[in-house]
Structure formats: structure tokens, C-alpha cells
């Protein structure tokens, strides 16, 4: 019995705690789908937006927000593989990696300043 109780508070906590998180996908020219993915706990807010390309592969701008709608990074694919350049915004500095065909090519860090 008590097994029976325990399997069934387990599977309620993950029903709680288990959500689906929104996503909604526009297709625009070329047959370019941009999808638009929102924080699982705030379906309003937006986390991460970007583009796919008609194999269905990660492909040109991604932006990444935090809850405050902040920019937290903005990357680049070209056919599901990094390429170009990334920026990691932080707190207090920006780190800029370069991406050409999933091999990092060059990595920058610079102080924010905030006058």
C-alpha cells in the first residue's frame, strides 16, 4: 500500500510540474519557417526566436531572451551548423565567438560599460 502511495504522489508532482512549452511557426518566403518558442512558465514572454530552412535545420539569426525580455544571445546558423558570429551578452561584458561550419574560429571578450 504504501508503494502504491508513493508511485501515486510521484506521478502527481511530475503532472504539476511538467509543462509544454509554446511554440508558434510562420512560414515566410523560400520556404523559410520562423519559429517563435515561449518560456514554458509564462507562455507570453518570449525565450528564443529564429528561422528553419525547409529541411527543417537551424538556419540564419537565433535570439535568446531572459524573462525581462532582455537579449541574452544572438546566434547564426547556416544549414543547422554555427557559422558566423555569436554574442553572449552578460552582465557585465560581451563575449563574441566565430563560428564558420561548427569550428570556432575566433573568441573575443569585452567589458561592458554602462555610462
Do not use: P
Not at 517563435?36 to 539569426?61: M, P, Q, S, W
Not at 558566423?84 to 552578460?90: A, D, E, I, L, R
Amino acid at each position: 500500500m504504501r508503494a502504491f502511495v508513493n508511485i501515486v504522489v510521484m506521478l502527481f508532482c511530475i503532472a504539476a510540474f511538467s509543462q509544454e512549452q509554446k511554440v508558434d511557426y510562420k512560414k515566410i518566403e523560400n520556404d523559410i519557417v520562423q519559429a517563435t518558442y515561449y518560456f514554458a512558465d509564462n507562455n507570453t514572454i518570449v525565450e528564443r526566436e529564429g528561422f528553419f530552412n525547409k529541411e527543417g535545420k537551424l538556419h540564419d539569426t537565433w535570439i535568446s531572451y531572459d524573462m525581462q525580455g532582455n537579449i541574452t544571445v544572438t546566434a547564426n546558423y547556416k544549414n543547422g551548423k554555427k557559422d558566423g558570429v555569436w554574442t553572449y551578452f552578460k552582465k557585465d561584458k560581451i563575449n563574441i565567438v566565430t563560428y564558420k561550419e561548427n569550428k570556432i574560429i575566433n573568441v573575443e571578450e569585452k567589458a561592458l560599460v554602462v555610462n
